[in-house]
Antibody, heavy 121, light 109 residues
């Protein structure tokens, strides 16, 4: 059974960098698939942030691209998210998930439980 | 950018059928996926590729997609089906690639 677990600080100050890690168990990142980060602001809908392949190939949401870095550590079977220059608008529950692909269309089949990150001084 | 529109809420009595729509321009040409999210929990994939059902998802959950509307149908609704439901498509021409619907709150009366 594939399991994902997010970890990282729950409180980040404005203008600083948000850093989260997603530890994957039950599946080796090197076996394939892309992996992604999705967030959900309080009371709002889901917003995809970016995705990464185990080789390090990444792609990001355009409006966040200048602030986002996603990286992978295959030795630890985990991948990470960094979001710089955060503001209150970045307060959200952050999820990591595994991407699947069918008929050229992508979706997420396994999700972590999510971690709340609050941006506040 | 591509937009997916869902009704904010749907109410249904136990044992009845709930239908949740997801509207989008020529959505019938895309593969639509549906997620269930209960309060305080992560989303769970309930339908993929219009009508596929992941392992462990009851047969009561089904999907269809045609024209400008995709639909998630929940048959014989149970109290445990009360949740938010989101549709999602992949749009390589969109600046966000993964487009999520606005979400529908299903209330079991």
């Amino acid at each position: 059974q594939v399991q994902l677990q997010e970890s990282g600080p729950g409180l980040v100050k404005p203008s600083e960098t948000l850093s989260l890690t997603c530890a994957v168990s039950g599946y080796s990142l090197t076996n394939g698939y892309y992996w992604g980060w999705i967030r959900q602001s309080p009371g709002k809908g889901l917003e995809w942030i970016g995705s990464i392949f185990h080789t390090g190939i990444t792609y990001y949401k355009s409006s966040l691209k200048s602030r986002v870095t996603i990286s992978v550590d295959t030795s630890k079977n985990q991948f990470s998210l960094k979001l710089s220059s955060v503001t209150a608008a970045d307060t959200a529950v952050y999820y990591c998930a595994r991407r699947r692909r069918i008929r050229g269309q992508n979706y997420f089949d396994y999700w972590g439980q999510g971690t709340l990150v609050t941006v506040s001084s | 950018s591509y937009v997916l529109t869902q009704p904010p809420s749907v109410s249904v009595a136990p044992g009845q059928t709930a239908r949740i729509s997801c509207g989008g321009n020529n959505i019938g040409n895309k593969s639509v996926h549906w997620y269930q999210q209960k309060p305080g929990q992560a989303p769970v994939l309930v339908v993929y590729d219009d009508s596929g059902r992941p392992s462990g998802i009851p047969e009561r959950f089904s999907g269809s997609n045609s024209g400008s509307t995709a639909t998630l149908t929940i048959s014989r609704v149970e109290a445990g089906d009360e949740a938010d439901y989101y549709c999602q498509v992949w749009d390589s021409t969109s600046d966000q690639f993964y487009v999520f619907g606005t979400g529908t709150k299903v209330t079991v009366l």
